[in-house]
Nanobody, 122 residues
């Protein structure tokens, strides 16, 4: 069973940048669409970004469009999330998962890892 391990979170000031990584162990990413989600305190997990197997098709939540960039390196079984122009409202635990598209939504397919905390100070 694939295990996804997120890393790269931290504390950053508003306007700053962070790059998150999600590495798969136990197997490759395969041909899965991969996505990032986040969960702020007291809130449900929400979709952030997704990327096709080839990397040619990406999808973003409106709240991060133009600021975040999702990418992947299939040879390294790793998915990245470059986060720029960070805002305090981006503060959350960030998770990755394999996904599929259900209508206009994005549905996570696997279990959740431990996530990585991102805290943006104002």
């Amino acid at each position: 069973q694939v295990q996804l391990v997120e890393s790269g979170g931290g504390l950053v000031q508003a306007g700053g940048s962070l790059r998150l990584s999600c590495e798969a162990s136990g197997r490759t990413l395969g041909r899965y669409i991969m996505g990032w989600f986040r969960q702020a305190p007291g809130m449900d997990k929400e979709f952030v970004a997704a990327i096709s197997w080839s990397g040619g098709i990406t999808r973003y939540a409106d709240s991060v469009k133009g600021r975040f960039i999702i990418s992947r390196d299939n040879a390294k079984s790793t998915v990245f999330l470059q986060m720029n122009s960070l805002k305090p409202e981006d503060t959350a635990v960030y998770y990755c998962n394999s996904v599929d598209y259900a209508g206009t939504g994005v549905r996570p397919l696997g279990g959740w890892g431990q996530g990585t905390q991102v805290t943006v100070s104002s």
